[in-house]
């Protein structure tokens, strides 16, 4: 009897433990701007536009920041669009000097892009990063560029979200 209440005491708290982890996969999804008033870049006689939501989440490839753009194109001369994600979380090594304070909230962690269309209509891409153990924060930086053929991609700016707790 008491080897049995003591493993139901146990199992209860594992459960609460676990329900407690669990909890903290399902993440908010910020969203980076939107259909009416999306992300743009200009260049060369080409416009790039873009939206989308971005969120912290764990599948089957691990817990991963997770961009899914929607982004198009009115092409010029064979130019193609794409949208770049950063994910930035809170550990890192900050160097400073004896003036300067480390007051950084968030550090660059890693960098992907989406894959390039040509597309006049909206369509959908993916883009992922891993996360590391070492921080329990991530947010994104992400923007909309142009793949313009045989000269400098052109970059619209920056838009970055909250940050997410994984």
Same mark, same amino acid.
């Given at each position: ?89 809170? #550990?890192?090594?900050? !160097? *400073?000097? +004896?003036?300067?304070?480390? =007051? ?5 962690? &890693?960098? /992907? ?26 947010? #994104?930086?992400?923007? !909309? *560029?142009? +793949?313009?053929?045989?000269? =400098? ?5 920056? &838009?970055? /979200? ?5």
């Amino acid at each position: 009897m008491k080897n049995t209440l003591l493993r139901g005491v146990a199992v209860a708290a594992m459960a609460i433990g676990l329900a407690g982890f669990g909890a903290g996969i399902a993440q908010a999804t910020e969203y980076i701007n939107s259909k009416s008033k999306p992300l743009t870049v200009v260049g060369y006689g080409s416009t790039g536009y873009g939206y989308g939501d971005w969120k912290v989440s764990t599948g089957s490839d691990g817990t991963r920041s997770r961009l899914s753009g929607y982004q198009r194109l009115n092409d010029s001369d064979n130019h193609k669009v794409y949208m770049g994600l950063e994910t930035w979380v809170n #550990a890192g090594a900050c !160097v *400073s000097g +004896d003036l300067l304070d480390c =007051t950084q909230a968030y550090y660059y962690y &890693a960098s /992907t892009t989406t894959s390039h269309t040509n597309s006049s209509a909206y369509v959908n891409k993916k883009a992922t990063t891993g996360l590391t153990a070492a921080a329990d924060y991530a947010r #994104a930086a992400v923007r !909309v *560029s142009l +793949d313009i053929p045989w000269r =400098t991609d052109q970059h619209g700016g920056w &838009a970055y /979200t909250d940050g997410n707790k994984y």
